[in-house]
């Protein structure tokens, strides 16, 4: 089983709300990532998590702030956005951060517009 | 830096016929190269990945990509395309040579299979 799930799929909210993106995967990773890819454009890195710490955080705004709660689980707190912030947003994971053999395996992503 | 290019936003074959999706890299050292596919509105799956060994390597849904170390590139190939493999295309390396373990994305390429 090489899945990794995410939710909610779609996400619409206004610039002064509070959300979050959950992302999920049991293949016992111990690396998690945060992407985002806008339309037509290869995926960003925003974070990496690696045994629940905080491993890179690429000078991501701080309206963005990740958690991991446990080695399955991925959540990104979003508040006060801006429209350009709408985009895709991808959960991956692998099985370990340090191996450069290791295959990341990607969610479905949410779609999320900033209104 | 690691890089990959991929020339072509666009790639158009007739269904039936062979398909080629083009990758040169540039690294410092071994590469480490992997192809993923992403379908509209989803998330990126992996396809296959170079880590050693046989120049030509075979994945997910009857796609292979040949190493070509004196011509750094990675080609990603099928030898009869579906009207299913339509979708978009993004060539990768990982950059292992700094203390962060990323994966570099090509732009990535449009493929589009005619029926």
């Known amino acids: 089983d090489t899945e990794v799930t995410q939710t909610p799929k779609h996400l619409v909210m206004g610039m002064t709300n509070k959300k979050s993106l959950k992302c999920e995967q049991h293949?016992?990773?111990?690396?998690m990532y945060w992407y985002k890819q806008k339309a037509k454009k290869p995926p960003e890195l925003m974070f990496v998590y690696s045994y629940e710490k905080l491993s890179i955080n690429e000078s991501v705004p701080s309206r963005f702030s990740p958690e991991c709660p446990n080695s399955s689980l991925l959540n990104l707190h979003l508040h006060a956005l801006q429209p350009e912030d709408s985009a895709l947003y991808l959960c991956?994971?692998?099985?370990?951060?340090?191996?450069?053999?290791?295959?990341?395996?990607f969610g479905p992503g949410t779609r999320l517009l900033v209104l | 830096a690691q890089s990959v290019a991929q020339p072509e936003d666009q790639v158009n074959v007739a269904e039936g016929n062979p398909l080629t999706v083009k990758c040169t890299y540039s690294?410092?050292?071994?590469?480490?190269l992997f192809w993923y596919v992403q379908y509209p509105n989803r998330g990126l799956q992996f396809l296959l990945k170079?880590?050693?060994?046989?120049?030509l390597v075979k994945g997910s849904y009857g796609f292979e990509a040949e190493f070509n170390k004196s011509q750094t590139s990675f080609h990603l190939k099928k030898p009869s395309a579906l009207v299913s493999d339509s979708a978009l295309y993004f060539c990768a390396v990982r950059d292992y040579m700094n203390r962060d373990d990323k994966i570099i994305f090509g732009k990535g390429t449009r493929l589009h299979i005619l029926p």
């Open positions: 991956a994971s692998s099985q370990a951060l340090a191996g450069v053999k290791e295959t990341q395996y």
């Open positions: 293949m016992g990773h111990r690396a």
């Open positions: 690294v410092s050292g071994n590469p480490y």
């Open positions: 170079y880590i050693t060994g046989d120049n």
